[in-house]
Structures are given as structure tokens and as C-alpha cells.
């Protein structure tokens, strides 16, 4: 069993930055795959940026160059740095895990663990 729990999350003007954490419970948590999903007001959920056990990252085109997703394994944490933020970067940001990193990066997306998200709001 793992147990996410986000935190980072607030309002940001365009341009800024802002530092997303994702700490896990769990002594497995350095064999895990983790990524980071979004959710914004009436649409679905979709993919941000995974990180694999052994540090393959991968992005979403639209944050491709502005996100960037690290983790600490002696912390148990996971986390994503977001820079240049836009006002279509506002949602809630959700942490995922799962031992295997094709559930966070091919489709279906179907990762076995989530986070409860935290907002991220970019005003213009």
C-alpha cells in the first residue's frame, strides 16, 4: 500500500514558479514509477511528466521545457518544479505511483495510486 500526499500548490502570477511535493509512504517507494497528473475545471484529467526507478523522465508536450520532475529516494519524495507558469497550467495537480511506469506514461493511463491533489492556480 502506498499513501501520497501533495503539497506546493497556491496562486501564482504568469511567468512565476512555483515547487510541487509529493512524499510517499511505503518502503518500496525507490522501485516505483511517479508521475504527476492535472486536472483543470470541466475537462479530464491528463498527463504532466513521470519519472521512472531508474530516473527516465518523460513530459507532456505542453510542459516540455518548463516542468521538471525529480525524486529523492532517501525522502520518499517526488517532485516537480514548474517555471514560465501559464494560465492554462491552473488545475489541480494530482502525484501517482505505480510499479510500473507504462501504467503513468502509455495509454490507458491507469496508475494504482493517487494523490489527492493540490491547486495550482496562474493568473494573468
Known amino acids: 500500500q502506498v499513501q501520497l500526499v501533495e503539497s506546493g500548490g497556491g496562486l501564482v502570477q504568469a511567468g512565476g514558479s512555483l515547487r510541487l511535493s509529493c512524499a510517499a509512504s511505503?518502503?518500496?517507494?525507490?522501485?516505483?514509477?511517479m508521475g504527476w497528473f492535472r486536472q483543470a475545471p470541466g475537462k479530464e484529467r491528463e498527463f504532466v511528466t513521470a519519472?521512472?526507478?531508474?530516473?527516465?523522465?518523460y513530459y507532456a508536450d505542453s510542459v516540455k521545457g518548463r516542468f521538471t520532475i525529480s525524486r529523492d529516494n532517501v525522502k520518499n519524495t517526488v517532485y516537480l518544479q514548474m517555471n514560465s507558469l501559464k494560465p492554462e497550467d491552473t488545475a489541480v495537480y494530482h502525484c501517482?505511483?505505480?510499479?510500473?511506469?507504462?501504467?503513468?506514461?502509455?495509454?490507458?493511463?491507469?496508475?494504482?495510486?493517487w494523490g489527492q491533489g493540490t491547486q495550482v492556480t496562474v493568473s494573468s
Open positions: 501517482a505511483a505505480d510499479p510500473s511506469y507504462s501504467r503513468l506514461t502509455r495509454s490507458p493511463l491507469s496508475p494504482g495510486y
Open positions: 511505503g518502503r518500496t517507494f525507490s522501485s516505483y514509477a
Open positions: 519519472i521512472s526507478w531508474d530516473l527516465i523522465t
